[in-house]
């Protein structure tokens, strides 16, 4: 797999060039990059400071994601233990359902009698406005429809 195009001539900062070319600093991330004989002499020293570098990215990243799902993780256990759902029950919600306001709509149904279909008519219906975001932002993506609905694009 290539690097990605911010790494890109950062690991290995001599090639590319021509025997005989004249020495040319290239724009890189931090600003124009030099062949130093430290990171040429330990090409890994150099990769591990960028892998810790993105595992850093991935760890904020994903600190960010649990900081937005958290709160509606809680709030929608409560709304379950309200219904009466055991936790195996809510949690099993959450993992294959996750859809937001037609998760609470669910539980609320089901936890006042409510039958299934009705649960989930009462989902499609609060979630046939994404119908139309995907229909905006179509020409916006990359590759055949049927891949990006494979991929979840």
Do not use: C
């Not at 911010?6 to 005989?20: N, Y």
């Not at 359902?97 to 039958?115: K, T």
């Amino acid at each position: 797999m290539p690097d990605p195009p911010i790494f890109r001539g950062a690991r290995h900062a001599g090639a590319g060039r021509t025997a005989g070319s004249a020495e040319q600093p290239r724009a890189g991330l931090n600003g124009p990059v030099h062949d130093d004989t430290d990171a040429d002499a330990d090409p890994a020293a150099a990769g591990a400071e960028t892998d810790a570098a993105t595992r850093r990215r991935i760890n904020r990243q994903a600190a960010s994601i649990v900081a937005s799902v958290a709160p509606f993780g809680l709030v929608f256990g409560a709304a379950a233990a309200t219904a009466g759902l055991s936790l195996l029950e809510a949690m099993g919600y959450s993992l294959f359902v996750f859809a937001g306001s037609s998760q609470f709509a669910a539980v609320e149904i089901l936890g006042d009698g409510g039958s299934v279909a009705s649960a989930a008519i009462a989902g499609l219906l609060l979630n046939v406005r994404s119908l139309a975001f995907g229909v905006v932002m179509a020409p916006a993506l990359a590759g055949a429809w049927w891949k990006r609905a494979a991929n979840g694009r």
